[in-house]
């Protein structure tokens, strides 16, 4: 996957088409993010919403740069159509970091480390009420 920014403009066009991934992503992961919170950012340009094709999209990811004492990519979510090599479609946004000099940084189920054996697990998350 070559990963393809979407301008804040143009997320309404495209987001339709990737919404089912990033909704499935969701579902799976049980995070209070709403795919409508997810597209709002992207639209009011405080994330950016990236895709492997304008026309036909099969993977997509929400991302923000956040520029803290080192530069992070945040991948708040990503999403791909079945049967996607998703490993591939997700390392790719390494490429989008890489360009400005930041390290990957997601929150994942706890499975995605024997997917990403290389990763750094940096923090747990804990819930209570």
């Not at 143009?10 to 969701?26: H, M, N």
Request: positive net charge; proline residues 5%; charged residues 30%.
């Amino acid at each position: 996957m070559r990963p393809l920014l979407v301008p804040a403009d143009e997320v309404r066009l495209i987001f339709p088409q990737v919404r089912k991934y990033l909704q499935g992503a969701i579902d799976r992961s049980h995070t209070d993010q709403t795919v409508r919170w997810l597209e709002e950012q992207c639209e009011r340009g405080k994330a950016d919403l990236v895709v492997d094709d304008y026309t036909a999209p099969k993977a997509a990811a929400v991302i923000r740069l956040e520029k803290w004492e080192s530069p992070v990519l945040n991948v708040l979510c990503f999403g791909a159509r079945r049967g996607v090599a998703w490993q591939e479609a997700l390392s790719s946004i390494k490429v989008l970091a890489r360009h400005h000099g930041a390290v990957v940084r997601a929150t994942a189920r706890t499975g995605f480390k024997r997917k990403f054996p290389d990763v750094k697990v940096i923090a747990s998350v804990y819930e209570w009420s």
